[in-house]
């Protein structure tokens, strides 16, 4: 793929007007307050008939499935084929097109449906699919996957303290998790622990849990304050003695292997970050040239000094690059291949450093104007870090593709 199809510039061009009437406007209550992303994310859905239409795919694949004819999730359509290719890359142009002026709308969406639902649909039985997914695709529920904790985060798995009790024919779950990406107001939460039989800590089992607001036990705490990413509420979640039957253990079976269930969630999670960073680039590079344009100073307009051009040269040079990982990753939808964990992370690496370092010298180019916060850039800048960050930081995919490349 070397262009978006006509097709495509159609779609984007809804998706961004229903943007700029309907998110746009709410900025300052979104960035600024406290007002949570939900709603808006619902309308949105409904507004393309996007949830709806996930809905009635998976719940088609989900019959299938119980007729004993494959796995459902969404990507039943997972052979490839120009419809595949078409699928992915309308589920890229929303993201890209959010990610222009709020990352953390994206945020909290993708963690709902393609991590929450991701992972109950590829390792839940068909009862708990059919149970937790259809409701977390509309975003009627919100879903939160918690993995992080105080004391482990890139050592996910190593350091993790959280803890299952077996206890009768049920489990007792203990831990506190950080960090959590709708951890405030989500309706169903994936809990990761390790199943405690009284063995040493690096030998247990890693479980994962489907959990309910609401539970007696399960505190959800308000959103934690941070640098950027506002519009997705972040929180902890703390457990006491929370009890739950074998129904909200995913898979059903204390055999799963939750460690690679996590890779896959770790690989959805870091392949979606170049459209992320395309999205923030792609804004970053339009408003400095407009600024380019108008901005003058000594009598020219700022576009005229050569080491302004150098800037403005480097962005549309990264923002070509990240425009060729979405089309590689169209293309491979197309072939049928998912990217590799070590791809995702190379992919990622690029991806968050490009945004950052291209939203830093947008700030830079909007001189003080790029440090207020009436100017986008400041709060693409503040956004655009947390890419380095989640999902596993720069230094862990740096390791990720250095082991592959020396496995
Ligand atoms: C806004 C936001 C949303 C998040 N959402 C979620 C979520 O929904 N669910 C969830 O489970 N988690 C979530 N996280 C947590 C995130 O995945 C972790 O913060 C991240 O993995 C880093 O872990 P840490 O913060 O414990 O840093 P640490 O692991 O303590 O790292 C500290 C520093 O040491 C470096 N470091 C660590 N190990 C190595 C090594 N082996 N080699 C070189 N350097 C190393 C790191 O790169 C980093 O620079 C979120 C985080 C943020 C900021």
């Known amino acids: 793929m070397i262009e978006w199809s006509e097709q495509h510039k159609q779609i984007r061009a809804m998706v961004r007007r229903f943007i700029e009437t309907e998110i746009v406007p709410k900025r300052e209550a979104l960035e600024f307050g406290d007002t949570p992303p939900y709603d808006v994310l619902r309308k949105m859905l409904a507004t393309f008939g996007i949830g709806e239409m996930n809905k009635a795919m998976f719940l088609k694949a989900l019959e299938k499935e119980k007729r004993g004819e494959g796995t459902a999730s969404l990507e039943s359509s997972g052979k490839g084929g120009p419809a595949a290719a078409d699928a992915r890359a309308m589920q890229m142009i929303p993201i890209i097109e959010l990610c222009?002026?709020?990352?953390?709308?994206?945020?909290?969406?993708?963690v709902s449906i393609g991590l929450t639902a991701g992972a109950i649909m590829k390792r839940g039985t068909t009862a708990q699919k059919e149970r937790w997914v259809p409701p977390l695709l509309t975003l009627e529920k919100v879903g939160a996957w918690a993995i992080t904790e105080p004391g482990s985060?890139?050592?996910?798995?190593?350091?993790?303290?959280?803890?299952?009790?077996r206890d009768g024919d049920g489990y007792v779950l203990n831990g506190s998790k950080t960090f959590i990406t709708n951890g405030p107001y989500a309706d169903t939460i994936v809990f990761i622990c390790k199943l405690d039989e009284g063995n040493p800590e690096h030998e247990r089992k890693i479980l994962s849990f489907v959990l309910d607001k609401g539970m007696p036990g399960l505190?959800?705490?308000?959103?934690?304050?941070?640098?950027?990413?506002?519009?997705?509420?972040?929180?902890?979640?703390?457990?006491?003695?929370?009890?739950?039957?074998?129904?909200?253990?995913?898979?059903?079976?204390?055999?799963?292997?939750?460690?690679?269930s996590a890779k896959e969630t770790f690989t959805a999670e870091r392949t979606g970050v170049a459209a992320m960073a395309l999205g923030i680039v792609e804004r970053c590079l339009e408003?400095?040239?407009?600024?380019?344009?108008?901005?003058?100073?000594?009598?020219?307009?700022?576009?005229?000094?050569?080491?302004?051009?150098?800037?403005l040269a480097k962005m549309e040079i990264a923002r070509m690059n990240l425009q060729n990982l979405v089309f590689r990753q169209i293309?491979?939808?197309?072939?049928g291949r998912e990217l590799s964990l070590a791809?995702?992370?190379a992919g990622k690496l690029y991806a968050a450093q490009a945004a950052m370092e291209v939203a830093l010298e947008a700030v830079q180019l909007f001189g003080g104007n790029g440090y207020m916060a009436e100017y986008q850039v400041e709060q693409l800048c503040r956004d655009a870090k947390v890419l380095q960050i989640y999902g596993g930081t720069d230094?862990?995919?740096?390791?990720?593709?250095?082991?592959s490349l020396l496995a």
């Open 287 to 311: 408003l400095s040239v407009d600024y380019a344009k108008n901005r003058v100073q000594f009598g020219r307009p700022i576009g005229e000094f050569q080491l302004i051009q150098l800037k």
């Open 153 to 165: 985060g890139s050592d996910a798995f190593g350091s993790m303290k959280s803890t299952a009790r």
């Open 395 to 403: 230094e862990i995919q740096v390791s990720q593709i250095a082991r």
């Open 100 to 110: 222009r002026h709020s990352p953390g709308m994206v945020t909290a969406l993708g």
């Open 219 to 260: 505190v959800q705490s308000p959103p934690l304050r941070k640098m950027g990413l506002h519009a997705s509420p972040t929180g902890e979640l703390f457990l006491e003695d929370v009890r739950v039957g074998k129904d909200r253990l995913l898979g059903e079976t204390e055999d799963q292997p939750a460690r690679s």
């Open 331 to 335: 293309e491979l939808a197309g072939a």
């Open 343 to 345: 791809e995702a992370s």
